[in-house]
């Protein structure tokens, strides 16, 4: 028996302009049908597995919780972080759960977001590393280089610990191209795979050891926590206090017990645009495409189209991502320089960075369809049985019209229903709610109106969802 913990709090920016803070790569479905978060849950299908803590932030709670809920895993423990403090902080709060429910046996530590093309290797690996963990270790995955990598650290193997088991002699930090090339032809370097299994009593005592107060800032943290709805939230303040760090630094590199396996069963950290390119199905003439798509005399391409046509003409070696309200045209030798663009995006205050045209929330999601001064027009979806918060607004007025559905209507004491090719008018000031009694999803177009029409001109009455 092992405990998973699943590290779902990362941004993902290099794989803009899908991957958007509200909406990271880890909640995203870029190899196949499913996230890469239903993914790496799948990959744990009929190991033995305890119930899994997914750590992910407080943005994406919601998110979380309906992906689990579509991979039918509902014996999850969410466990939200306050603030991003680092890996080694995070997997803290996991071991204290484990712990404190006199869990068996190790955590096995999963980014939500990496692909592994050979499932067959992997558990074999993870017995290994399972077993190395039984004798006290501290365990990662040394991922079998392919290529002379300069993105990835590396792991250099020192003694032998029984089969495809090593001591770990040193972690290395990304390395120039030539350091590289020496890794590959060593045959005793390994990508560094962020992967562990981690008995979790020795991981306290080992953080203990090397980061006292990072130790005591979680135990404080967790012993404030407090449950809300499908949710384990940390004590905030005393969870801020502790310094940040990644578990290889505050840990890994430090402790006389770090061990690796070996691992060659088609690993990425899909990181980049790049790192997709190869990791997606080919033509015959290398392109990697997806959605509405026609490439010309194109080679090498990496083409992404969501809501329209997308055409190359005599182009090689490029990243073409195209949604509803931003593309990307980008040299594909240079997707690790997509981050850079990002932040450049993110100083001028860009908000292409932060959500898509389409935001999800816990109720459904909705469309931005047609803004201009002093309008807005929406297209609205409300989950069967959701219902958005009793609000009102100071500077706008609402007309919605009933696509596809039944509304029930609450405006001010009054209470009605709103069916197909019907409307109604919130005015300005007016304390209303909106949900949906039925069985099918709820569609509406909402016009508002008004001298200012920011999300943030709503006031939440009361939220069944724990919003603010």
Same mark, same amino acid.
């Given at each position: 028996?092992?405990?998973?913990?699943?590290?779902?709090?990362?941004?993902? !920016?290099?794989?803009?302009?899908? !991957?958007?803070?509200?909406?990271? /790569?880890?909640?995203?479905?870029?190899?196949?049908?499913?996230?890469?978060?239903? !993914?790496?849950?799948?990959?744990?299908?009929?190991?033995?597995?305890?119930?899994?803590?997914?750590?992910?932030?407080?943005?994406?709670?919601?998110? #979380?919780?309906?992906?689990?809920?579509?991979?039918?895993?509902?014996? #999850?423990?969410?466990?939200?972080?306050?603030?991003?403090?680092?890996?080694?902080?995070?997997?803290?709060?996991?071991?204290?759960?484990? @712990?404190?429910?006199?869990?068996?046996?190790?955590?096995?530590?999963?980014?939500?977001?990496?692909?592994?093309?050979?499932?067959?290797?992997?558990?074999?690996?993870?017995?290994?590393?399972?077993?190395?963990?039984?004798?006290?270790?501290?365990?990662?995955?040394?991922?079998?280089?392919?290529?002379?990598?300069?993105?990835?650290?590396?792991?250099? #193997?020192?003694?032998?610990?029984?089969?495809?088991?090593?001591?770990?002699?040193?972690?290395?930090?990304?390395?120039?191209?030539?350091?590289?090339?020496?890794?590959?032809? !060593?045959?005793?370097?390994?990508?560094?795979?962020?992967?562990?299994?981690?008995?979790?009593?020795?991981?306290?005592?080992?953080?203990?050891?090397? @980061?006292?107060?990072?130790?005591?800032?979680?135990?404080?943290?967790?012993?404030g926590a407090a449950s809300d709805l499908?949710?384990?939230?940390?004590?905030?303040?005393?969870?801020?206090?502790?310094?940040?760090?990644?578990?290889?630094?505050?840990?890994?590199?430090?402790?006389?017990?770090?061990?690796?396996?070996?691992?060659?069963?088609?690993?990425?950290?899909?990181?980049?645009?790049?790192?997709?390119?190869?990791?997606?199905?080919?033509?015959?003439?290398?392109?990697?495409?997806?959605?509405?798509?026609?490439?010309?005399?194109?080679?090498?391409?990496?083409?992404?189209a969501e809501s329209r046509l997308v #055409?190359?003409?005599?182009?090689?070696?490029?990243?073409?991502?195209?949604?509803?309200?931003?593309?990307?045209?980008?040299?594909?030798?240079?997707?690790?320089?997509?981050?850079?663009?990002?932040?450049?995006?993110?100083?001028?205050?860009?908000?292409?960075?932060?959500?898509?045209?389409?935001?999800?929330?816990?109720?459904?999601?909705?469309?931005?369809?047609?803004?201009?001064?002093?309008?807005?027009? /929406?297209?609205?979806?409300?989950?069967?049985?959701?219902?958005?918060?009793?609000?009102?607004?100071?500077?706008?007025?609402?007309?919605?019209?009933?696509?596809?559905?039944?509304?029930?209507?609450?405006?001010?004491?009054?209470?009605?229903?709103?069916?197909?090719? @019907?409307?109604?008018?919130?005015?300005?000031?007016?304390?209303?709610?909106?949900?949906?009694?039925?069985?099918?999803?709820?569609?509406?177009?909402?016009?508002?109106?008004?001298?200012?029409?920011? @999300?943030?001109?709503?006031?939440?009455?009361?939220?069944?969802?724990?919003?603010?």
């Amino acid at each position: 028996m092992f405990t998973p913990v699943i590290l779902a709090g990362g941004s993902g !920016s290099r794989l803009w302009p899908l !991957s958007r803070r509200k909406r990271p /790569k880890q909640f995203l479905s870029l190899l196949d049908d499913r996230s890469l978060l239903a !993914s790496t849950l799948a990959r744990l299908d009929g190991l033995g597995a305890g119930s899994p803590i997914v750590i992910c932030q407080e943005d994406h709670r919601f998110l #979380a919780a309906e992906q689990l809920r579509q991979a039918g895993v509902e014996d #999850a423990i969410l466990l939200l972080e306050p603030e991003g403090r680092g890996t080694a902080p995070a997997i803290a709060l996991a071991a204290w759960v484990a @712990e404190t429910q006199g869990r068996d046996g190790p955590l096995l530590v999963l980014p939500s977001d990496h692909h592994l093309a050979d499932e067959t290797a992997f558990r074999q690996a993870l017995l290994h590393a399972l077993r190395l963990a039984g004798q006290g270790r501290l365990v990662t995955f040394g991922v079998v280089p392919t290529r002379a990598e300069t993105g990835y650290g590396y792991l250099q #193997a020192g003694e032998r610990l029984g089969d495809n088991g090593y001591a770990v002699a040193r972690f290395v930090e990304k390395p120039d191209a030539m350091t590289a090339e020496a890794f590959q032809a !060593s045959g005793e370097h390994y990508w560094n795979s962020g992967m562990f299994v981690l008995p979790p009593e020795d991981y306290l005592a080992a953080l203990g050891t090397f @980061e006292p107060a990072m130790l005591e800032a979680c135990r404080r943290a967790m012993e404030g926590a407090a449950s809300d709805l499908d949710f384990l939230r940390p004590q905030a303040d005393a969870f801020r206090a502790s310094p940040s760090g990644s578990i290889d630094v505050a840990v890994m590199e430090r402790t006389d017990d770090a061990a690796m396996v070996t691992l060659a069963a088609g690993w990425s950290d899909i990181g980049s645009w790049q790192a997709l390119w190869e990791v997606l199905p080919h033509d015959e003439r290398g392109n990697a495409l997806h959605g509405d798509v026609c490439c010309e005399a194109s080679e090498g391409m990496l083409v992404h189209a969501e809501s329209r046509l997308v #055409a190359t003409l005599g182009v090689e070696n490029l990243v073409v991502v195209e949604t509803a309200d931003a593309v990307l045209v980008a040299d594909r030798r240079r997707a690790q320089d997509v981050r850079q663009l990002v932040e450049h995006l993110e100083s001028v205050g860009r908000p292409e960075v932060v959500e898509h045209a389409t935001v999800f929330r816990p109720w459904g999601h909705y469309q931005s369809v047609d803004a201009g001064p002093r309008h807005q027009v /929406k297209r609205i979806i409300v989950e069967p049985g959701a219902r958005l918060s009793r609000q009102l607004h100071h500077h706008r007025a609402e007309h919605w019209v009933v696509v596809s559905g039944t509304a029930r209507v609450t405006l001010d004491d009054r209470q009605f229903l709103v069916g197909e090719n @019907e409307s109604t008018f919130i005015p300005v000031g007016r304390v209303h709610c909106l949900e949906n009694p039925g069985l099918i999803p709820l569609a509406l177009i909402e016009v508002q109106s008004g001298s200012y029409l920011g @999300e943030d001109d709503i006031v939440r009455l009361d939220d069944r969802y724990g919003r603010e």
